[in-house]
C-alpha cells in the first residue's frame, strides 16, 4: 500500500510540474507563434511539397526559442504577475518554481532552439530568432511599464516568427517575407489592445501602460484599433502583390480584414468589455485563417 501511495504521489507531482512548465511557455501562444513561422516557411517559394522532418524540427527550434522569451517574461515579472488575478497562478507568481529555475530552463531552451535553426536551416533563421528573443524578454518586458509603445516594440518580435521561417525555408530575406512580417505585424495592434482593453483594471493597477490612451479605454484606443485594421486592408495584398500566393486568397484575406475593421468599429461605437471581447476572438480566428488561405492557394 506504501508503494501505491508513493507512485501516485510521484504522478501528480510529475503532472504538476509539467502544468507549470507548459504555463511557463505559455503553451497556447507559443504555438499560434510557431504556427505562424511553419506556415511562413511553407510559403517560401524555395520549398515544394512538406518535408515532415524538417517542418517538425522548424516547430521545435521556435517553440523552444519562443518559450524561452516567454520564461524570462515571467521571471521578470513574477512580483507584478502576483498582483493580477488573471496571472497570479502562474508557477514563479505563486512561488512553485524559483527564480533560478525559471532562468536555468529559459537558458537552454533559447540555447537549444537556436542552435536547432542554426544547425538543421541556416544562420539567419537562428539569429532572427536570437534577436527576437532578446528584443521581447529584455527590451518589451520591461518597456511596459513605461510607455505605451512598447505595443509598438513588442510587435516586432511577434511579427519576426513570419521572417523567421521564411528565412529558414528560403535562405534570405525577400519581398515576400516582409510580406508576411507586415500582416501579422499590424494584426496584433487591435489583437492585443483588445486584451488590453478587457484587463485593463489588472494591467494598470500592476502598473502596466498598454493601452494608447493614458485614460485606458477610450474613444481614442477604439479609433487606433480601427486606424491599425484598416492598414491591414492593404496591407493584405502584398502576398498576392509579389507572388507568394494567388488571387483566392487575396479574396479571403480582403474579406478577412473587412471583419476585423467592423469588429473595431462595433468596439468604438459600444464601447463595452463585451465588444472588446468580439475583436479579441475576431483577431484568433483572422491570423490561422489568412495564414492557411496563403498556404492553400499556393498549394
Same mark, same amino acid.
Given at each position: ?8 504521489? @510521484? ?19 507559443? $504555438? ?7 506556415? @511562413?516557411?511553407?510559403?517560401?517559394? &524555395? ?23 516567454? +520564461? ?12 493580477? &488575478? ?18 536555468? $530552463? +529559459? ?30 524578454? $529584455? ?5 511596459? &511599464? ?12 511577434? =511579427? ?21 512580417? +507586415? ?15 478587457? =484587463? ?53 484575406? $480582403? ?29 484568433y480566428i483572422y491570423l490561422p485563417v489568412v495564414l492557411l488561405a496563403l498556404l492553400g492557394d499556393k498549394l
Open positions: 500500500m506504501q508503494n501505491v501511495h508513493t507512485d501516485s504521489s @510521484s504522478s501528480f507531482t510529475l503532472a504538476s510540474k509539467l502544468r507549470d512548465y507548459m504555463m511557463l511557455v505559455k503553451f497556447s501562444l507559443s $504555438f499560434m507563434v510557431v504556427f505562424s513561422a511553419v506556415i @511562413s516557411y511553407l510559403l517560401a517559394p &524555395k520549398i515544394i511539397g512538406f518535408n515532415a522532418k524538417m517542418i517538425l524540427l522548424l516547430f521545435t527550434g521556435g517553440f523552444l526559442v519562443t518559450g524561452s522569451a516567454n +520564461a524570462i517574461n515571467q521571471v521578470v515579472e513574477k512580483d507584478t504577475d502576483a498582483l493580477m &488575478k488573471r496571472t497570479a497562478k502562474r508557477p514563479l507568481a505563486s512561488g512553485r518554481m524559483s527564480v533560478t529555475e525559471g532562468w536555468t $530552463f +529559459a537558458a537552454i531552451t533559447g540555447l537549444l532552439g537556436v542552435f536547432i535553426l542554426w544547425y538543421f536551416f541556416n544562420p539567419l533563421s537562428a539569429g532572427l530568432a536570437a534577436f527576437s528573443l532578446f528584443l521581447y524578454a $529584455f527590451i518589451y518586458t520591461p518597456l511596459k &511599464k513605461v510607455n505605451s509603445i512598447s505595443v509598438l516594440v513588442g510587435a516586432v518580435p511577434g =511579427a519576426l516568427p513570419c521572417l523567421i521561417g521564411w528565412a529558414a525555408g528560403n535562405d534570405a530575406l525577400t519581398a515576400g517575407g516582409w510580406a508576411l512580417f +507586415a500582416i501579422q505585424f499590424f494584426w496584433q495592434f487591435p489583437h492585443f489592445w483588445a486584451i488590453a482593453w478587457i =484587463a485593463h483594471k489588472d494591467y494598470s493597477g500592476a502598473g502596466f501602460k498598454l493601452l494608447p490612451s493614458v485614460e485606458g479605454p477610450t474613444k481614442y484606443s477604439a479609433i487606433q484599433s480601427i486606424i491599425y485594421s484598416l492598414l491591414l486592408i492593404p496591407v493584405g495584398l502584398l502576398p498576392y502583390i509579389f507572388g507568394v500566393s494567388g488571387f483566392v486568397s487575396a479574396i479571403i484575406v $480582403f474579406i478577412a480584414n473587412l471583419f476585423m475593421v467592423w469588429q473595431s468599429v462595433r468596439l468604438y461605437r459600444q464601447m463595452e468589455l463585451k465588444a472588446a471581447r468580439r475583436v479579441m476572438f475576431s483577431s
